[in-house]
């Protein structure tokens, strides 16, 4: 089931999530149902907050080579932990979260990173590259951030103009 992803300035957005204590059908709905809303989207990464469920759960699905995004390539991370991070990379970001807003956010360029499966399991990886850089973009979103608070002050005031008048653009 597609599931409404809650936009900028949505309070909900700013809270903390919690850890995943029950590894159950409730939590597998949720990562499926993330995964329709997500693709519907044309987005490569979700959290569950985007979809109003403080919980310490995301998704991340990178195009291949070939631009195709296959479920093969869907990783499901539950209670992640930055283990170490090093190096730096820019990138030009976005958020589902904050429609049609793109820019440029500084990051680490590797991480290594422990988080369960849905059933549990734990794993610890490596990972550069955009995966790096979705991974620590989701994880900002477990702890109520977003890749706007990355912003220079200046960039950041213009965004909130812009903001206003999308949204009252809308109305
Ligand atoms: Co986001």
């Not at 709905?29 to 990464?45: C, F, H, Q, R, V």
């Not at 390539?73 to 807003?101: A, H």
């Not at 793109?102 to 849905?118: C, G, H, T």
């Not at 608070?149 to 950041?156: A, Q, T, V």
Request: one cysteine or more; proline letters at 3%.
């Amino acid at each position: 089931m597609i599931r409404e992803i809650i936009t900028y300035p949505n309070k909900l957005l700013k809270q903390t999530s919690k850890d995943v204590t029950q590894f159950d059908r409730e939590l597998h709905t949720l990562l499926d149902d993330m995964y329709e809303t997500m693709l519907a989207k044309n987005g490569i990464g979700l959290a569950a907050i985007q979809v109003a469920i403080p919980l310490n759960a995301l998704i991340i699905n990178l195009p291949d080579e070939e631009e195709q995004q296959t479920r093969e390539n869907l990783i499901e991370v539950i209670n992640p932990k930055i283990l170490e991070m090093d190096g730096n990379t820019v990138y030009t970001e976005g958020c589902l979260s904050v429609p049609e807003y793109y820019e440029d956010v500084q990051r680490a360029e590797r991480i290594k990173v422990s988080f369960l499966d849905r059933q549990g399991n734990e794993t610890i990886k490596e990972y550069d590259g955009l995966m790096a850089i979705a991974f620590q973009h989701e994880c900002d979103h477990l702890k109520g951030e977003l890749f706007i608070e990355k912003l220079s002050y200046l960039k950041r005031k213009k965004f909130e103009k812009e903001w206003k008048k999308k949204i009252r653009g809308k109305k």
